[in-house]
Each structure stands twice: as structure tokens, then as C-alpha cells.
């Protein structure tokens, strides 16, 4: 399987947290920039946090501070920690494995999980 995977969406009360995780293929995973993007019904898909192969990890303004991005190499395998939910979190949340590949990107997308805040 080389589509990433995601797990953990669900429905939260406002202020509750939850945990995804995306899972790649070992030969994905170890090369690729790993980002998790939100999409909500007539919205473009929107990029919330990343996380590179070196681990260094990026976040929008509106997750900093409340969403915490890891990965455990051993398992293929990064975790997107999101406390504090707001119903602005609210949307299908996306993985996506990115590398290049002769200086171009290759992207992998998995199929989303849903999230759903409550207020």
C-alpha cells in the first residue's frame, strides 16, 4: 500500500482532544515530508501542520500551541495531537507523504478522517 492511511478522527466536545495518525509504507515514510491538511464543505483544503523527514515540524497560527506533530519511525507512523479542540477544527483532516523524485514532488494523499468539534 503506497496511500497513506489515517486513523482517529471522531467526534469531540469543545476542549477535548484527539489523536490521528497516518501510516505510510516504510519506503514512503522514510524519504517523505509528512503534512496534515483540513478540509470543511466548500472549502479548499487547507494546510495545518508538517513535520519533514529531519523532524523538524511547522504549524499554522491557528493549531500552534495546541496541536503537537511526532512520529515513531519505527512503526511508519506520524501522530498529529490536537488538545484543545475548537468547532473551528471541525473538517475531514488529510495526510499527505511528500518527496521529490528528480527534482520533482511526488505526492501520496490518504483518504481523511473526519473531525468534529462540538461546541
Known amino acids: 500500500q503506497v496511500q497513506p492511511v489515517e486513523s482517529g478522527g471522531g467526534l469531540v466536545q469543545a476542549g477535548g482532544s484527539l489523536r490521528l495518525s497516518c501510516v505510510a509504507s516504510r519506503s514512503i515514510f522514510s524519504i517523505s515530508d509528512v503534512s496534515w491538511y483540513r478540509q470543511v464543505p466548500g472549502k479548499q483544503r487547507e494546510l495545518v501542520a508538517q513535520?519533514?523527514?529531519?523532524?523538524?515540524?511547522n504549524y499554522v497560527d491557528s493549531v500552534r500551541g495546541r496541536f503537537t506533530l511526532s512520529k515513531d519511525n519505527a512503526k511508519n507512523t506520524v501522530y498529529l495531537q490536537m488538545n484543545s479542540l475548537e468547532p473551528e477544527d471541525t473538517g475531514v483532516y488529510y495526510c499527505?507523504?511528500?518527496?521529490?523524485?528528480?527534482?520533482?514532488?511526488?505526492?501520496?494523499w490518504g483518504q481523511g478522517t473526519q473531525v468534529t468539534v462540538s461546541a
Open positions: 499527505k507523504a511528500e518527496y521529490r523524485s528528480f527534482s520533482r514532488p511526488v505526492e501520496y
Open positions: 513535520i519533514t523527514r529531519d523532524g523538524t515540524t
